[in-house]
């Protein structure tokens, strides 16, 4: 099926991202492909016309590019999977888990995406709602990650923590992350929880510096369902998704996070596989110097 139309979703805090839009606007429009900037950003470039309302956006492209770092996708998927919008990555940051191209292959890579020469890569989510005295107050959906964390005064909080009903434990830690398989190299790994395969669906729990070493990461199903209940608090304790959208608890608030029906559509073209993608990003050598 001819590509009618694609979407940016930029992010012009990162270096050269305002020439790289010039480069996809131009290579786009020698196909004759319309292209629109979510948001207000086209002003950022002097192409307001370019600019789209979110949800008109939303409405009319067929196809996300996301111009960041993974934080930039993230956001672009978590718009995008309500309409099973695919969202193809170009990398601009730094480590770069899920944003895999970089600039250099930029036009060979919109030559595939022309052709229909790519793979879609269905990534669960996680839906979360937040209920207080029984009602639900809020609703999120994350790809990466849930999480309750304390703010910056050293004091430890207390999280009774269910799976499907059955009490598991209660962590007094720093807080605690709930993240997919794909969120497991995001802020789970940096607080010693495990890699796992993305393409193993699975929800993963991982306290942020436990008081109690017995606490440790836990990996359960996917069609597991978590409760988390903030027994008690002396500051402020938020929720946040993804790193980008927060919401601030009470003591007694639930957490309740969940697979999510709605599936982030992620473009690759399979040059690498998971584990290769790791000893890069992660440089490991596996080799021992004697």
Known sequence: MKLNSVGLVVNYEKEKAQEI??????????????????????????????????????????????????????????????????????????????????????????????????????????????????????????????????????????????????????????????????????????AGGPIVNPGINSIILTPICPHTLSARPLIIGENDQVRITLETSEEEVMVTIDGQEGFTLEPEDEVIVKKSSHKARLITFKEKSFYAILREKLRWSGQINM
């Open 21 to 190: 839009t010039f480069r996809i606007v131009d290579w786009l429009s020698l196909k004759k492909i319309k292209v629109y900037i979510e948001g207000d950003k086209g002003k950022t470039i002097g192409r307001e016309d370019l600019s789209c309302p979110t949800e008109k956006f939303l409405n009319e492209v067929e196809l996300i590019i996301s111009l960041g770092g993974d934080g930039t996708l993230l956001r672009a998927a978590r718009l995008a999977a309500f309409t099973d919008i695919p969202v193809f990555g170009v990398n601009l940051g730094g480590l770069g888990f899920l944003t895999q191209i970089g600039i250099d292959d930029l036009e060979k890579s919109l030559e595939k995406l022309y052709q229909e020469k790519y793979f879609l890569d269905e990534r669960m989510m996680l839906d979360c709602s937040v209920k207080r005295k029984d009602k639900e107050i809020k609703k999120f959906t994350a790809l990466n990650d849930i999480v309750i964390g304390k703010g910056a005064f050293a004091r430890i909080i207390c999280l009774a923590t269910y799976v499907n009903d059955d009490y598991v434990i209660t962590y007094s830690a720093d807080g605690l992350v709930i993240s997919t398989s794909t969120g497991s190299t995001a802020y789970s790994l940096s």
